[in-house]
């Protein structure tokens, strides 16, 4: 039988393919791919890869982050520099069929020599995440990389000015994006508007300390809090990421303006307007509408000026 080969397609140019997975449908390919991959390549590869949790520390009681060791503990996670990376992980069991359970997870520290995190919201009746919030420290998990272009692994357009808003556990996803936008030098001011709900429960804090101080005021983080008790001195935003923090923190809708805006879904839909239960499936400029909609369209941003990640 012959295979069928997809034509090449012109440099620059994106096909657009829709994944029918288990947790989702999403789009490959809506974003130019670029033609020379670059940054050293995820340590994982196809084939699945058991890899030992090291450590788990509770953030809050529904997030956890977990770190896990490395196949070459003398190298780091790698994952390229074009994309935000992306690993599947492979654990538990289902009673019913006995199959291991498979989601796609953000890995953070990939730059680490000899291991990597992930920070994971824990659902009451999440199978993958329970598993992970209980498996013991020293047990294994399997890992693949997942090639550039599947699920919401967008290639990062380039701006003057890119804003990234995000809440909770998608901190991950911003940071990696924001990094990438930082390291690559193409964006004169990254803006990360960050909601958490105390000072206690931001996530990542010590990487984006990090990432600040090695960029000076090219980068500027908002931590916006919803829960922080009133009288714990914090002088920030307080409540949640609504119209005056974007008017606050966000650059107007002029020139050559980028809003990417990842999860939760209420955040997400409320800003960029959509609806419907669970992890929707990533839109990236709806089309037949020049404004953007939701929160953001109200403000003047133009849809090609707003990427839901
Ligand atoms: C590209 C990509 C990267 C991701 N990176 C991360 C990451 O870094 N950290 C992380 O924590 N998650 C991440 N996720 C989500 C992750 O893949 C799982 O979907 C999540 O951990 C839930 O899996 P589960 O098996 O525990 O829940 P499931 O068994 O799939 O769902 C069981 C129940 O949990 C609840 N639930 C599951 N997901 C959601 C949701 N999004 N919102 C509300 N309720 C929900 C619902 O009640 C659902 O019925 C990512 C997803 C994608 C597509």
Redesign the pocket.
């Known amino acids: 039988m012959r295979r069928r080969v997809a034509p090449e397609l012109p440099s620059g140019k994106s096909r657009l393919v829709k994944l029918k997975l288990p947790?989702?449908v999403f789009s490959k390919g809506t974003h130019p791919l670029p033609t020379q991959p670059s940054g050293p390549a995820c340590q994982f590869t196809e084939a699945w890869t058991p890899a030992p949790l090291l450590e788990r520390v509770w953030v809050d009681a529904e997030v956890v982050v977990l770190t896990f060791g490395l196949p070459d503990p003398s190298a780091p996670l790698g994952c390229g520099d074009a994309y935000i990376p992306?690993v599947l992980a492979r654990g538990g069991r289902d009673p019913a069929t006995g199959a291991a359970?498979v989601?796609?997870?953000?890995p953070m520290a990939t730059t680490g020599v000899g291991s990597f995190r992930?920070?994971?919201?824990v659902?009451?009746?999440?199978?993958?995440?329970?598993h992970l919030a209980e498996m013991p420290v020293g047990d294994f998990l399997e890992f693949r990389h997942v090639p550039p272009g599947h699920?919401?692994?967008r290639f990062l357009a380039a701006a003057d000015d890119v804003a990234f808003v995000c809440a909770g556990?998608a901190i991950?996803?911003a940071f990696q994006a924001a990094e990438r936008v930082l390291r690559r030098g193409r964006a004169t001011r990254v803006r990360l508007v960050y909601g958490s709900r105390t000072t206690a429960s931001i996530l990542n804090k010590g990487d984006l300390d990090a990432l600040a101080a090695a960029h000076g005021d090219k980068l500027v983080v908002t931590h916006v809090l919803s829960r922080e008790p009133a009288d714990s001195g914090w002088r920030g935003e307080r409540g949640r990421v609504d119209r005056g923090v974007l008017k606050r923190h966000l650059p107007p809708p002029r020139g050559s303006v980028i809003v990417y805006v990842c999860?939760?879904?209420g955040l997400c839909d409320a800003l960029c307007g959509g609806g419907g239960d669970?992890?929707p499936p990533p839109r990236c400029f709806p089309s037949g509408r020049r404004k953007a909609r939701g929160l953001l369209g109200d403000l003047g941003y133009d849809r090609r000026a707003v990427c839901r990640l």
């Not at 989601?103 to 953000?106: E, M």
């Not at 992930?118 to 919201?121: A, F, G, I, M, S």
């Not at 009451?124 to 329970?130: I, V």
């Open positions: 947790w989702g992306c359970f989601r796609p997870y953000t992930l920070n994971v919201r659902y009451e009746a999440g199978k993958l995440s329970r699920y919401a692994q556990t991950t996803t999860g939760p879904a669970g992890p």
